[in-house]
């Protein structure tokens, strides 16, 4: 069974950063696509950003892009998520799935594995 651990959420204000990431207990995030996709209250879960297992493909969401940043480490079995500039609408869970069948990258069916979310709230 593959077990995902989101950390790294909290409180910010408005402008702030957070640095997420994404661990398992197994070798599957070196393997595999590795998403971030997030959930605010009464909203569909929506895409945020996906890392190629190579790490040398990166995707993110139109409104993400150049505010958030995703990496990976495969010798750790990370997957960091560096977001900058945070908004208030930007709160929200925030989970991390790993993609292990085909599929598109920014469609939350195509994942296989997910975490427990990590909660992120952006004060004005």
């Known amino acids: 069974q593959v077990q995902l651990v989101e950390s790294g959420g909290g409180v910010v204000q408005a402008g702030g950063s957070l640095r997420l990431s994404c661990a398992t207990s197994?070798?599957?995030?070196?393997?595999?696509?590795v998403g971030w996709f997030r959930q605010a209250p009464g909203k569909d879960r929506e895409f945020v950003a996906a890392i190629s297992r190579s790490g040398t493909s990166t995707f993110y969401a139109a409104f993400m892009k150049a505010r958030f940043t995703i990496s990976r480490d495969n010798d750790k079995n990370t997957v960091d998520l560096q977001m900058n500039g945070l908004k208030p609408e930007d709160t929200a869970v925030y989970y991390c799935a790993v993609k292990a069948s085909s599929g598109v990258y920014y469609d939350a069916q195509s994942y296989n594995f997910w975490g427990q979310g990590t909660q992120v709230t952006v004060s004005s």
């Open positions: 197994s070798g599957t995030v070196s393997g595999d696509t």
